[in-house]
């Protein structure tokens, strides 16, 4: 179903898998392993991502806010910070393994978001999510894997029904759920 599809993007990646390592990296959840928080660079990182701003395209509708306000973010902001800005304010910052799996990340929904992938590249996309998957585990721990990290594992089976992410994003939609569902509970 392509609608699922679409979701899926949106919410297992962005609003699942990324926000959660978000709230690892801050150490909201509790029992989050120690290695993987940043407090101490949320200001650091946020200042990084408010000078960005001045650099966004007006292309991209929303602009990077800061990571002190990271569970106010709506998908489309998850969005833009792994595909574009979080590459470059983590470097150096984040610890090295953890940055190199969130990269795998990025990288792999680079390629997703593309047309007419090889097959060649879809099995690297394939090992790469996989990696990503095996190495969460081993980063944050067995209790925080959860059905959204396994579901990675599927979403290549995915671009190679459907094609690319890329035509059935709901992203542009997200804005208007405010409005829409007020208009829902009306009826």
Same mark, same amino acid.
């Given at each position: 179903?392509?609608?699922?599809?679409?979701?899926?993007?949106?919410?297992?990646?962005?609003?699942?898998?990324?926000?959660?390592?978000?709230?690892?990296?801050?150490?909201?959840?509790?029992?989050?392993?120690?290695?993987?928080?940043?407090?101490?660079?949320?200001?650091?990182i946020t200042n990084h991502l408010?000078? /960005?701003? *001045?650099?966004? =395209?007006?292309? $991209?509708?929303? #602009?990077?806010?800061? +990571? @002190? %306000?990271?569970?106010?973010?709506?998908?489309?902001?998850?969005? /833009?910070? *792994?595909?574009? =800005?979080?590459? $470059?304010?983590? #470097?150096?910052?984040? +610890? @090295? %393994?953890?940055?190199?799996?969130?990269?795998?990340?990025?990288?792999?929904?680079?390629?997703?978001?593309?047309?007419?992938?090889?097959?060649?590249?879809?099995?690297?996309?394939?090992?790469?999510?996989?990696?990503?998957?095996?190495?969460?585990?081993?980063?944050?721990?067995?209790?925080?894997?959860?059905?959204?990290?396994?579901?990675?594992?599927?979403?290549?089976?995915?671009?190679?029904?459907?094609g690319s992410l890329e035509k059935?994003?709901?992203?542009?939609?997200?804005?208007?759920?405010?409005?829409?569902?007020?208009?829902?509970?009306?009826?």
């Amino acid at each position: 179903m392509v609608d699922d599809f679409s979701v899926d993007y949106m919410h297992l990646v962005c609003l699942g898998i990324v926000k959660k390592v978000f709230l690892l990296w801050l150490g909201i959840f509790k029992k989050a392993p120690v290695l993987v928080r940043i407090q101490s660079y949320v200001i650091l990182i946020t200042n990084h991502l408010l000078s /960005i701003n *001045l650099k966004i =395209t007006c292309d $991209i509708s929303r #602009k990077p806010r800061g +990571l @002190n %306000e990271v569970l106010g973010w709506k998908a489309t902001e998850v969005r /833009i910070f *792994l595909l574009y =800005t979080g590459p $470059i304010v983590l #470097k150096g910052i984040l +610890l @090295n %393994e953890c940055y190199i799996h969130l990269f795998c990340l990025h990288v792999a929904f680079r390629i997703l978001l593309s047309l007419n992938i090889s097959e060649k590249m879809l099995n690297f996309n394939e090992k790469l999510l996989i990696h990503f998957v095996e190495k969460f585990e081993e980063l944050y721990g067995e209790k925080f894997v959860s059905q959204n990290i396994h579901g990675l594992i599927h979403i290549v089976d995915d671009y190679r029904k459907f094609g690319s992410l890329e035509k059935y994003l709901c992203f542009p939609f997200e804005n208007y759920m405010k409005f829409l569902k007020k208009n829902v509970e009306k009826t």
